[in-house]
């Protein structure tokens, strides 16, 4: 399974885009990238993922470098209800019919100040 | 609209009783997960299922026992709760595919005394 380095903690000013560093130097070539984020206490939630072209949705955008070894995560406004842990998954460990396997790092912890 | 749902939210045991806790998903989806998260280790995968009857070990499964009897419930039981099981719990579904986004519940608290 490919695996993530994201820094320990990032600080952003409310109003201002967050960018949400993430290396994964082993991914292989059908492996995706996902973003998860956990607000304290509640359960994970999905933000957004991709293969290998950039993608954006309503919460974010994911850039994917052309060699597909980093990603960046970006909040275009963040908000302090973006104040969270953010992970940053490829998805691992291929299961029988194809459900995927989420491995969860330590994230990054990505507060947004006033 | 769809959800996920657990419950307890909170719970208080012994060591040794049997606990179970409810995992009810709205969303008809194949796939079911329960996950738990301590400090320093994130969430790790205890069991899953891909449907009825179908029942799956993850990484941290001994001391755990899952049944499914029905799409929406994957219930998580504790056969004789131990100390080191105090965590936080997750339950989590997602459609079937590889590359369907994971929708978690709120989590239950679980505490061995």
């Known amino acids: 399974d490919a695996k993530t380095t994201q820094p320990t903690s990032m600080d952003c000013a409310e109003g201002r885009a967050a960018n949400l560093p993430c290396n994964h130097s082993?991914?292989?070539?059908?492996?995706?990238v996902y973003w998860y984020r956990q607000i304290h206490s509640q359960g994970p939630q999905y933000i957004i993922h991709?293969?290998?072209n950039n993608e954006t949705n309503e919460m974010a955008s994911l850039i994917i470098t052309e060699d597909r070894k980093s990603s960046t995560l970006i909040l275009p406004h963040a908000t302090l209800r973006d104040t969270a842990v953010y992970y940053c998954?490829?998805?691992?460990?291929?299961?029988?019919?194809?459900?995927?396997?989420?491995?969860f790092g330590q994230g990054t912890r990505l507060t947004i100040n006033p | 609209d769809a959800e996920i749902t657990q419950s307890p939210r909170h719970k208080i045991t012994e060591t040794g009783r049997q606990v179970t806790l409810a995992c009810h998903q709205t969303?008809?989806?194949?796939?079911m997960f329960w996950y738990r998260q301590d400090l320093g280790h994130g969430l790790r995968l205890i069991h899953y299922?891909?449907?009825?009857?179908?029942?799956n070990k993850g990484e941290v499964s001994d001391g755990y026992s899952v049944s499914r009897s029905n799409t929406e419930d994957l219930p998580l039981t504790l056969e004789s709760a131990a100390s080191s099981q105090t965590s936080v719990y997750f339950c989590?579904?997602?459609?079937?595919?590889?590359?369907?986004?994971?929708?978690f519940g709120p989590g239950t608290r679980l505490t061995v005394l």
């Open positions: 082993t991914i292989s070539g059908n492996e995706y």
């Open positions: 299922s891909y449907g009825v009857q179908d029942t």
């Open positions: 989590a579904s997602s459609e079937s595919g590889l590359y369907n986004e994971q929708f």
């Open positions: 998954i490829v998805r691992g460990g291929y299961l029988v019919q194809g459900a995927q396997k989420l491995v």
């Open positions: 991709g293969l290998k």
């Open positions: 969303w008809n989806h194949n796939n």
